[in-house]
């Protein structure tokens, strides 16, 4: 049986802790909205996502597509602390020699569902695998992709979000990571977008983790969901 | 005779039936033949709507899981309009699939150049491992829909054609000699078979019969050749494809590159014809009625 990790006593805070200073001691170097990304990947990791390095081939696992590739240092800490691979890959990040690139590749890094660096891949991907799970019956596997709001300028990412929500794929969620960063923005707000097409759809504070695993975890029968995540603008 | 995109439908719904790890992905083209499968297999026949990013990316994100997607639309859409996706969501991420097309490069002349595409096989040339089967006949395009089902997780491109050769040939593993000769060799791929015999018609060529080219049967253009040239001298090859011309050509040279060769590549040209009207007006157009087929290859091979 699956076990959903995030419900033991929390040792989030200290794994966080921990997990940072292991990428500090490898010399890895997260920015501000990276670093958002490995806290915010954490709380999935530790609390929503149930998947693990045992898990990582079981059918029914349930699955995190990174869709924004680029800068994936935060997301390789994260496999690393977890177990995925060993500690001792960061410090090659990007070196030809090793399987850490600047865009993760599903085929060289273990616990990482899809190769990711081109925009507006992840969602419509994310589609196939709840599409496939659902004919599979495995029900009890969940779907998270993670994209940007300027990722949400690819036109891939409209068609899966109005099938999406026609299709009612509940095991579907979409993480937006909004920094703003968008060119044109996004007026009338990223959310009613989902709305519109059907989909649960949430915004929160995405520096407040209680927030954050508030939003994740919100019911959402029959229909995907969106959490909208906001954070410091890329250019504030 | 059933065409063959019939064809596709019938067997497709059959083996849905019987393999569960089967599942059809659809953008609205041909969704209403397959509407009785989707009723018996709703979870398994999936139609995303006119959305061809949406259409491949959910074939592989079924991959994915461990099924095995067929995918399906015109060519000018399947191939062309979401190559990206073709080129990342199943080669990059190491994913199989089969991808159906139907439309060509002239199957609805009068549906003009946006529903043509004869730039498939040469886009998927940029890319590795993906087997191309283009049958000339429906009983071709079945066995070949099957082998291609059955391929474990491998990427299988089938081009289907509104255009067919009167009679089947035996297909499924390489080229087949057709005829024999010692003037050159004329490899004739899928729908185009019928006019090649017809143009070499009292020409001692040797015709093989190509309804797979990728992988490119090397081995038996090699053998074919050895046949026509004996020791020595050169080989004359010409290549009568029904996509754009001397797609091919650098496969011939491959196979061929320890020997002296000339190859002429005949085929659908770049320049849009710009007319509606039939197939046949079409293939007369494109210098591909047995007339300007054996006026093109007589002429080559005489120089």
Known sequence: MLVRLGFFPSPTAHENNTAHQRVAAHGFRAGVDHRWGLTSSLVEYDRVLRVSPELREAPGRDRFLLSKGHGPMAYYAVLAAKGFFPEEWLSGFGAYESPLGHHPDRVLVPGVEIGSGSLGHGLPLGVGTALGLRAQGRDEARVWVLIGDAELDEGSNHEAIAYAGAAGLGALHAVVVDNASATHGWRGGIASRFEAAGWSATTVDGHDHEALHEAFTAPHPGRPHAVVARVTPKNA | MDTMRERFTSILSGLLDTDP???????????????????????????????????????????????????????????????????????????????????????WPAGGHTHMSPGDIALLDTLDGWTVHVPGHPDEAETLLRQAVAAGDDRVYVRLSAHSNATARPVGHGFRTVREGRAGVVVAVGPMLDNVLAAVEGLGVTVLYAATVRPFDGASLRAAVGEVTGTGGGADVVLVEPYLAGTSGAAVNDALADLPHRVLGLGIGRRELRRYGSIEEHLAGQGLDPRSLGERIVSFLKR
């Open chain 2, 21 to 107: 790890r089967l599942a059809l992905v659809l953008a609205d083209i041909g969704a209403a033949g397959f509407e009785e499968a989707r009723l018996a297999h709703p979870d398994r026949v999936i139609n995303v709507g006119i959305r061809e990013q949406l259409l491949i990316g959910a074939g592989a994100g079924l991959a994915l899981t461990g099924m095995r997607p067929v995918v399906h639309t015109f060519a000018s859409f399947l191939v062309e309009r979401a190559f990206e996706q073709v080129k990342l969501d199943f080669g990059h991420q190491g994913l199989g699939g089969v991808l159906v097309s139907a439309g060509g490069s002239y199957d």
